[in-house]
């Protein structure tokens, strides 16, 4: 029995029938030197535009490789999930957030900057690179769009334009999370804003409550770092709006 392809790779190249995909340097290392595959290996391969393809390695040399698309196993989908308008943190943190984000179905990730937003720089290709990997790893067919960085004040009314905003408060009078998300519609899905270790300035905290197309809400009485918030957020949205009550069962511990 054939066994089932089980490595899944993010490509830029359009995907058809009878079609072929050629990888550069970094991808062809990756699946020769990292993977060990040979030619002649199976694996998934998708787009974001496409679906999913099953793809034959036909060479695997050190600078290049070339795989054959074989045949479509999945239709492409759209993503539904909501969206993450979060304060970058530290390094491995902000890894971390943005892995587990993808692996919770977020369709769009917005770092925002605050007044007390400690990191002086976001490194955006580091972030799609975590995108791509954590979207390979779980199965999803989509990449998150990724907003370039922008001052709180500014982002807040684009998301407003396009998702339902909650603001996860730290403090003062707030919806729990869970009435809040089940009085919201489904469509469009909601965005959540998420502060910076060191919390909202006053100024910020004025601006949020003050702006009525933004609900905020309650996580809970016990303090949460930024990561943390952020997807405990995304989680209970999944729970009461997503796709883990209407899905085959996933692989819990997949790797």
């Not at 993977?35 to 290996?41: F, I, N, S, V, Y």
């Not at 919390?199 to 016990?222: M, V």
């Not at 949460?224 to 209407?246: F, K, P, Y």
Request: hydrophobic fraction near 45%; glycine fraction near 8%.
């Amino acid at each position: 029995m054939e066994r089932p392809a089980s490595t899944r790779l993010f490509v830029d190249a359009d995907l058809g029938e009878d079609g072929a995909v050629d990888l550069g340097r970094d991808q062809a290392h990756y699946l020769r030197a990292v993977l060990r595959l040979e030619p002649g290996a199976r694996l998934l391969v998708f787009n974001g535009r496409d679906g999913e393809w099953l793809a034959e390695a036909e060479r695997l040399e050190k600078a290049a490789a070339r795989l054959a698309l074989l045949e479509r196993r999945r239709p492409q989908d759209k993503a539904h999930g909501p969206a993450l308008a979060f304060a970058p943190v530290k390094k491995a943190p902000m890894d971390f957030l943005v892995q587990k984000a993808v692996e919770l179905g977020v369709s769009a990730l917005w770092p925002v900057v605050t007044e007390h937003t400690n990191v002086a720089r976001v490194n955006l290709d580091r972030l799609r690179a975590n995108v791509r990997e954590a979207a390979e790893q779980c199965g999803r067919l989509t990449l998150p769009e990724i907003a370039a960085p922008a001052a709180l004040d500014r982002a807040l009314p684009g998301l407003a334009d396009r998702w339902t905003v909650f603001w996860c408060a730290e403090s003062g009078e707030a919806h729990p999370i869970a009435d809040a998300l089940g009085a919201a519609p489904a469509d469009p899905p909601a965005a959540f804003v998420t502060g910076p270790e060191g919390g909202f300035s006053p100024s910020e905290l004025d601006a949020l409550r003050g702006n009525a197309l933004i609900t905020p809400i309650s996580l809970g009485p016990r303090i949460l770092r930024a990561e943390t918030a952020a997807l405990a957020a995304l989680a209970c949205w999944q729970s009461v709006h997503g796709d883990w009550h209407n899905r085959p069962a996933g692989r819990a511990g997949a790797s």
